[in-house]
Nanobody, 125 residues
Framework: QVQLVESGGGLVQAGGSLRLACAASGRTFTSRVMGWFRQAPGKEREFVCAISRNGDSTYYVDFVKGRFTISRDNAKNMVYLQMNSLKPEDTAVYYC??????????????????WGQGTQVTVSS
């Protein structure tokens, strides 16, 4: 069992930065691929990025490449999402998720077994 709690969301102007954090409980954190998703109003939840179990490999959707960075600290059971050059279209609820998949390139939401409650990110123009 893994419990996930996101934090760090808020209101930021376009071009600004935010750092999201996801605290994970449970002994199996280091055996999980971790991902970030987002859901904007009226839209489906979409994949943003994922990171391998040891943190050496990352996978990003095209529209955040070069702007967002996922990282993890296995000693602290934490996952982070550094978001730079934010755009109004990045406005969404951001979710942290954990997967037991063997390979880190897990994009479908169905590939993740555990989810956090989400944190709101609002980017003003």
């Amino acid at each position: 069992q893994v419990q996930l709690v996101e934090s760090g969301g808020g209101l930021v102007q376009a071009g600004g930065s935010l750092r999201l954090a996801c605290a994970a409980s449970g002994r199996t954190f280091t055996s999980r691929v971790m991902g970030w998703f987002r859901q904007a109003p009226g839209k489906e939840r979409e994949f943003v990025c994922a990171i391998s179990r040891n943190g050496d490999s990352t996978y990003y959707v095209d529209f955040v490449k070069g702007r967002f960075t996922i990282s993890r600290d296995n000693a602290k059971n934490m996952v982070y999402l550094q978001m730079n050059s934010l755009k109004p279209e990045d406005t969404a609820v951001y979710y942290c998720a954990a997967s037991s998949a063997a390979y880190y390139k897990v994009a479908p939401a169905s590939g993740y077994e555990y989810w956090g409650q989400g944190t709101q990110v609002t980017v003003s123009s």
